[in-house]
């Protein structure tokens, strides 16, 4: 059975298309029907992280868990490139308009943290289209949950099309056996100006056994806090490969574009000045979620950058980004 819309295999029993957002109503449907809540997911798909020292070689991605909930356009999917031909200037079906192309620029740290807190500067963006870009704070625990907090900014709706204005505080968990909560986003844009200090923090506290994903802004006071069960974690941690875990702790700057290959980005800065990160991957990709042939590019560090007080440079087709023990942008383009 297919998506009448995107023609993406279903189950008989969707209710809605995990690709697309798509309502359905199959006579005979064991599936409650979704909600017809408005908010939107927060994007989130997994860079593709390539193996260090075969990344032009072998193409090969993580696989990554399924999002399936009403507002699950930007889903996990077991993405597999086989061939190099396959990992570059794909082609496949997709919308024009919609934004479909899921580009991630990260930064993914090789040590474990109990606390993670950064802060990012409020960067207005967007592409041709209208669509702009989410900041987010990974934190991967020791008992496999993910944890994500974060700053969007002109965000896609669950269709692809259209999105929600303005600045928004957001974040979700992944549990894991990769479901998800309901992503959360408020539904009005937060007191979040451009250029201010918005802080990003995941820590275990909150109560017995939790975690606290909180986000401020610093100019205005605008916050966001929630807790989630910690599942018996203790700490963030660090990946000893940039593909030994496909939801790292790290930065990431996630955008989704109705085009491949956008590089619109403008600098965005990540800074934390108490605990210096001393390695960490640096990874850029780009694919259409949930296409198993859909990677339009990737490539990650051969290696962990040895970080120093200095920045370093790293860009990939067209992506630039800077990295330092107490700093990571992302942009230029």
């Excluded at 959360?184 to 451009?194: H, M």
């Excluded at 955008?255 to 990874?283: G, L, N």
Aim: aromatic letters at 12%; charged letters at 10%.
């Amino acid at each position: 059975m297919k998506c009448p819309v995107c023609h993406g295999e279903l189950q008989a029993s969707s209710s809605f298309c995990p690709y697309c957002g798509t309502r359905l109503d199959w006579t005979g449907s064991t599936r409650p029907r979704p909600s017809s809540s408005k908010h939107i997911g927060t994007a989130i798909g997994l860079i593709a992280l390539l193996v260090a020292g075969s990344l032009l070689a072998t193409g090969v991605l993580v696989p990554a868990v399924t999002r399936l909930y009403d507002d699950a356009r930007n889903v996990l999917r077991n993405l597999t490139c086989l061939t190099p031909s396959l990992c570059t200037n794909s082609t496949f079906p997709t919308t024009p308009g919609k934004a479909t192309y899921d580009q991630q620029v990260s930064l993914i740290f090789t040590q474990d943290f109990s606390a993670l807190n950064y802060n990012v500067t409020a960067v207005p963006q967007t592409d041709s289209s209208g669509y702009g870009p989410a900041y987010l704070l990974n934190g991967f625990s020791n008992a496999g949950y993910w944890y994500q907090v974060g700053l969007a900014y002109n965000w896609p709706f669950a269709s692809g099309n259209g999105y929600d204005s303005g600045f928004h505080l957001i974040w979700e968990v992944f549990t894991p056996n990769g479901t998800t909560n309901n992503p959360v986003l408020s539904r009005i844009p937060d007191n979040v100006n451009p250029g201010d200090t918005v802080g990003l923090s995941l820590s275990f506290s909150g109560g017995p056994d939790m975690v606290t994903m909180y986000a401020v802004d610093y100019n205005t006071g605008a916050y966001s806090s929630h807790s989630y069960k910690a599942g018996g974690g203790t700490i963030f941690a660090g990946s000893s490969s940039s593909s030994s875990t496909r939801t790292p702790t790290s930065l990431m700057t996630e955008w989704y574009h109705p085009s491949p290959s956008d590089t619109s980005m403008k600098q965005v800065t990540y800074s934390e000045s108490s605990f210096p990160v001393s390695r960490a991957w640096i990874c850029i990709g780009e694919y259409v979620p949930p296409n198993p042939n859909s990677l339009i590019y990737a490539q990650c560090t051969g290696s962990p950058l040895t970080l120093t007080s200095q920045l370093q440079q790293y860009s990939y087709h067209g992506l630039n980004t800077y990295v330092s023990q107490y700093e990571f942008q992302t942009g230029p383009s």
